[in-house]
């Protein structure tokens, strides 16, 4: 994870951080929620085939 030196600063002292870096977690959290989504998604699709295959 990149963070640039004034946001370091800024975090040790509770300050916001800069837009880029706010972005950038937003982005990381939303590609750690796709990603739950997807095992998710695939879960319930392995669960169905298992499913079909005893019908």
Not at 26 to 36: M, N, Y
């Amino acid at each position: 994870m990149m963070i640039c030196t004034g946001c370091k600063l800024k975090n040790k002292r509770g300050d916001s951080i800069c837009e880029i870096c706010g972005a950038l977690k937003k982005v990381r959290e939303l590609e750690q929620f796709q990603e739950e989504w997807r095992m998710r998604l695939q879960a319930e699709d392995g669960q169905k085939t298992a499913v079909r295959g005893l019908v």
